[in-house]
């Protein structure tokens, strides 16, 4: 059996791309040198190894299957103190894979987020929400106040927010994110 590294972990947030951006994946998984049925392996191992009853704790199997993070930042979110493990992504260069963890060590978020002091998208119109060019909080910044919703999985998540299109019309938007990257949106206009 071969290890599980951070190919194979970049092949896991891959599969569950693939339900929204099937061409993006399939070029990624080129990018990578896989073939479909090793995407599928490493997805079902890695779901193994989170289910597992003997398995290690969240954190304790990314850096198993990472190595030791990037960095490691402690950050307040609101009231709540927690450390920030960055790991970088070569499918995505300018992304960071971000665990947020409690004092005690439970995992609280894992997503992709923008690489400290990588510039991100200009987000002014729905035009410029285009897949895989942002994260879900550089949408919620650029369209404040963008209302979450509750995704369809444990690694989606869903804004809702008022935003104008290319010709400035104003529509509602519902964006979709996996693993905290934008896969995509459905716009009306706001009546």
């Known amino acids: 059996m071969t290890l599980f590294g951070p190919r194979e972990f970049q092949l896991v947030l891959l599969r569950r791309m693939a339900d929204h951006q099937p061409g993006l994946v399939e070029e990624a998984r080129h990018e990578l040198g896989a073939s479909l049925a090793e995407m599928r392996e490493a997805n079902r191992r890695w779901q193994a190894m989170v289910r597992s009853p003997r398995g ?23 009231d709540l103190e927690c450390e920030a493990l960055l790991w970088p992504v070569p499918l995505w260069p300018d992304l960071r894979f971000e665990v947020l963890t409690a004092p005690t060590g439970a995992v609280w978020n894992e997503w992709l987020i923008r690489a400290p002091g990588a510039p991100g998208p200009a987000l002014r119109t729905s035009a410029d929400l285009r897949p895989w060019s942002c994260t879900v909080d550089e949408v919620a910044r650029a369209f404040a106040p963008a209302r979450p919703m509750e995704g369809t999985a444990p690694t989606r998540w869903r804004l809702a927010f008022t935003a104008p299109d290319g010709e400035g019309e104003r529509h509602d938007v519902v964006a979709e994110f996996t693993w905290g990257l934008l896969q995509r949106t459905a716009a009306t206009p706001v009546r």
Request: hydrophobic share 30%; charged share 25%; glycine share 18%.
């Open 56 to 78: 290690r704790g969240a954190v304790g199997r990314y850096r198993s299957v990472l190595g030791a993070p990037e960095s490691s930042v402690q950050r307040k979110i609101g």
